[in-house]
Nanobody
Framework: QVQLVESGGGLVQAGGSLILSCAAS????????VGWFRQAPGKEREFVAA????????DSADSVKGRFTISRDFAENTVVLQMNSLKPEDTAVYYC???????????????????WGQGTQVTVSS
């Protein structure tokens, strides 16, 4: 079991930046692949970005490519989502999720992740 806590959400104007952080309760978090997902009101939860437990493989949704960057901070035992050039359509609750996958494997489907945080609200005003 691993407990995840997201932080860093908030209100920002379009074009601004936010940094989301996903912290875990276990030191072994470094051996978990991590994904970021988001869910806007009335919409299904969707993939944003993911990183393998090795940190050597990442992927992101087309809608955020070139704007969002996912990375691991092994010293702090966290996964960070750097979000730049934010748009109103990025408004959603953002969740981090973790799973034990092979070293370079990432997943982009929510149901493949067994562990989830409570989410953090990101609101982008126009």
């Amino acid at each position: 079991q691993v407990q995840l806590v997201e932080s860093g959400g908030g209100l920002v104007q379009a074009g601004g930046s936010l940094i989301l952080s996903c912290a875990a309760s276990r030191r072994s978090f470094s051996t978990y692949a991590v994904g970021w997902f988001r869910q806007a009101p009335g919409k299904e939860r969707e993939f944003v970005a993911a990183i393998s437990w090795s940190g050597g493989n990442t992927d992101s949704a087309d809608s955020v490519k070139g704007r969002f960057t996912i990375s691991r901070d092994f010293a702090e035992n966290t996964v960070v989502l750097q979000m730049n050039s934010l748009k109103p359509e990025d408004t959603a609750v953002y969740y981090c999720a973790a799973g034990t996958f092979p070293r370079f494997t990432i997943r982009i489907t929510p149901r493949e992740y067994p562990y989830w945080g409570q989410g953090t609200q990101v609101t982008v005003s126009s």
